[in-house]
């Protein structure tokens, strides 16, 4: 597509919870990122893929968090056991390969957790 | 720790005047982004800064990098109502992983 592609675009779902959020980055860009948006902050960074390998997880905030890759393209961020807490826009973004080359972003999941 | 502070978090102008925003970082970084953010939408790439002195302008916005200073500016000529908007400013860190550090969002409203 022509753009970074997220889906749902809302998601509710109750405490306790798993939930799926789905990335479809820009074709041909090997760099995809996932950040966290809560009300009124700046984005803050989650995990970073270059091809199929996380690069760098440090930004995950615990072990109910997990994101995967498989084949280069599309990513999936998971998050098990749902809190109220994760209740936040998560924004995915691709870059051609990374350092240096300007990220796009997806419009966002708005996730709900009730 | 990394940190990136925009000043002013809230700017309301009018039409028609000048103004600058400033974002002020604490590590080493070559690299730096604006993007702007409207309501309920994602964020849109402004500017790309990849090293020390970069000036870009596009419209009535320009941007500039001073890595020594660990300073970037976003400076608005003339502003119109359509500028309205959240801009952040992001720092690149290098090495493995190339993520961005945003800072916290400058809320710019311009009054008609």
């Known amino acids: 597509g022509a753009g970074v592609s997220q889906t749902p675009s809302n998601k509710v779902t109750e405490k306790g919870k798993y939930v799926e959020l789905r990335c479809d980055p820009i074709s041909g860009h090997t760099a995809l990122y996932w950040y966290r948006q809560s009300l009124g902050q700046g984005p803050e960074f989650l995990i970073y893929?270059?091809?199929?390998?996380?690069?760098?997880d440090s930004g995950l905030p615990n072990d109910r968090f997990f994101a995967v890759r498989p084949e280069g393209s599309v990513s999936t961020l998971k998050i098990q056991r749902t809190e109220r807490g994760d209740s936040a826009v998560y924004l995915c973004?691709?870059?051609?390969?990374?350092?240096?080359?300007?990220?796009?972003f997806g419009q966002g999941t708005r996730l709900t957790v009730v | 720790e990394l940190k990136v502070e925009q000043n002013p978090l809230f700017l309301s102008m009018q039409e028609g005047k000048n103004y600058t925003i400033y974002c002020n970082y604490s590590?080493?970084?070559?690299?730096l982004y604006w993007y702007r953010q409207d309501p309920g939408k994602s964020l849109e790439s402004l500017f790309v800064l990849l090293s020390n002195g970069a000036v870009k302008q596009e419209g009535r916005l320009m941007a500039s990098l001073d890595t020594k200073a660990r300073l970037s500016t976003l400076h608005i000529t003339a502003a119109v109502h359509d500028l309205s908007a959240t801009y952040f400013c992001?720092?690149?860190?290098?090495?493995?992983?190339?993520?961005?550090?945003f800072g916290t969002g400058t809320l710019l409203a311009v009054q008609p």
């Open positions: 590590t080493t970084s070559d690299r």
């Open positions: 992001a720092v690149e860190i290098g090495g493995a992983t190339n993520k961005l550090i």
């Open positions: 973004a691709s870059s051609l390969i990374g350092g240096g080359t300007e990220a796009f």
């Open positions: 893929f270059q091809g199929t390998g996380a690069a760098d």
